[in-house]
C-alpha cells in the first residue's frame, strides 16, 4: 500500500530565512492557518516594531508612526489654502474645507441634522441615545468618546503631553498648544475694534469681544444664571454637581477649576506676581489689583437702582441695598 504524503506550503514571516509548515488541510480549514501560539506571538510583535520615542506607543507602519508623533511636536503640514488653518492629519484638513464650502455629508437619521464630519455626526448622536460609555473612575463623569475621557484625565494627573519646542512650556491638549505656537512665530492676526487687543485665533477674539457688548450666550440649565464663556459656564455648573477635580497637594483643598487653583496655590508659596502700576502693592490674583486700582481711580461702577448711590465693590451695594429692603419692610 503506497504510503499518503502531505504536501506544505512555505509561508514566509517578516524574513525570507523564517518559515512555518501548514498542510493544504490544515491551511483550507476555516480558511484559517494553524501555527501555535508562541509563533503567533511573534508575528504580532513584529507586526508592531515601530515604536514612539516619547510615550512607546507601537505601531505596524512607519507612516502610523510618522503621523503620531505630529501629538508630541505638535507639527501641522496640511494647510487650508482660505483660512491657513493647519492640520496634523490630511483627514482633518478634507473635513475642515467643507467649512468653506458648506458641504454636510452626513445626515442624522433621527432629525435629519446634517454635519461636514462622521465624528462630529457620531458624537450628536449621542444625544437621542444619551449613552455616555466612557466614565472617568476618579469622579465618575461619563463621555460619549474615549477621545473625551482620555482629555479630561488629564485634569486629574496634571499630564501635559503636548510641549513648545520653542520654549518648551506643556500644554494638555493640541489646540492650546497650536495657539501658544502663534506667540512665537508673531501670529496674533485677529483684532478687537474696540480696544486694539489682539488674539492668535477668531474664536478667542469672538470670546473677547463680548466683553464689550455684554452678550452672554452661555446658560446654565440649573439656575439661569448666564457667561461669556464657555468654560466659565463648565466652571460653575460643577457647583450644582458639587464637582471639585483640582486639589491642591499641599492642604488638599479642592477647587471647581484649575484658575482657582493656581491662585490659591500662592497662598503656599507666597507670589504675588500682579503689581499695581500706580503705587507697586502686589497681588496674587488679577482680580485683586482691578479692585484695589478703584482707590486711586476713584471708580463706583455699583450703583443703587433705588437712590443712585455708588459704591466701589459689590459688596458695599448689597449692604445698602439690605438698608431699602429694611425700610420697605417696616413701613
Given at each position: ?18 518559515f512555518?509548515?501548514?498542510?493544504d ?26 515604536v ?5 506607543k ?50 442624522c437619521?433621527?432629525c435629519?441634522?446634517?454635519f461636514?464630519?462622521?465624528s ?14 466612557f ?30 519646542i520653542?520654549?518648551g512650556?506643556a500644554f ?19 483684532k ?5 487687543k ?8 469672538m ?13 446654565c ?6 457667561f ?10 460643577r ?23 493656581i ?17 507697586g502693592?502686589?497681588?496674587r ?47
Open positions: 500500500m503506497k504510503r499518503k504524503t502531505r504536501n506544505f506550503k512555505h509561508k514566509a514571516v517578516k524574513d525570507s530565512k523564517t512555518i509548515e501548514v498542510s488541510q490544515e491551511s483550507e480549514k476555516d480558511g484559517s492557518q494553524c501555527y501555535d501560539s508562541a509563533t503567533h506571538d511573534r508575528v504580532q510583535a513584529e507586526k508592531r516594531q515601530y514612539c520615542s516619547e510615550c512607546g507601537a505601531f505596524s507602519q512607519s507612516a502610523n508612526l510618522t503621523v503620531h508623533e505630529r501629538i508630541h511636536t505638535g507639527e501641522k503640514p496640511y494647510k487650508c489654502k482660505e483660512c491657513g488653518k493647519a492640520f496634523s492629519h490630511s483627514s482633518n484638513l478634507v473635513v475642515h474645507r467643507r467649512i468653506h464650502t458648506g458641504l454636510k455629508p452626513y445626515t437619521s433621527e435629519g441634522k446634517s461636514s464630519g462622521k462630529h455626526l457620531i458624537r450628536h448622536q449621542g444625544i437621542h441615545s444619551g449613552e455616555k460609555t466614565e472617568c473612575k476618579e469622579c465618575g463623569k461619563a463621555f460619549s468618546r474615549s477621545s473625551g475621557l482620555i482629555s479630561h484625565h488629564r485634569v486629574h494627573t496634571g499630564e501635559k503631553p503636548y510641549t513648545c520653542e520654549c512650556k494638555s491638549r493640541s489646540s492650546n498648544l497650536t495657539q501658544h505656537q502663534r506667540m512665537h512665530k508673531g501670529k496674533k492676526i485677529y478687537c475694534k474696540e480696544c486694539g489682539t488674539c492668535g485665533s477668531n474664536t478667542k477674539i470670546d473677547h469681544q463680548r466683553i464689550h457688548t455684554g452678550e452672554k450666550p452661555y446658560e440649565d440649573e439656575c439661569g444664571k448666564a461669556i464663556l464657555r468654560k466659565t459656564l463648565n466652571e460653575h455648573q457647583l450644582h454637581r458639587r464637582e471639585k477635580p483640582y486639589k491642591c497637594n499641599e492642604c488638599g483643598k479642592a477647587f471647581t477649576s484649575n484658575r482657582n487653583l491662585d490659591h496655590q500662592r497662598v503656599h508659596t507666597g507670589e504675588k506676581p500682579y503689581k499695581c502700576n500706580e503705587c502693592k502686589t497681588f490674583q488679577t482680580s485683586q489689583v482691578i479692585l484695589h486700582l478703584r482707590t486711586h481711580t476713584k471708580e463706583k461702577p455699583y450703583k443703587c437702582s433705588e437712590c443712585g448711590k455708588a459704591y466701589r465693590y459689590s459688596s458695599q451695594l448689597i449692604q445698602h441695598q439690605r438698608k431699602h429692603n429694611e425700610e420697605k419692610e417696616t413701613l
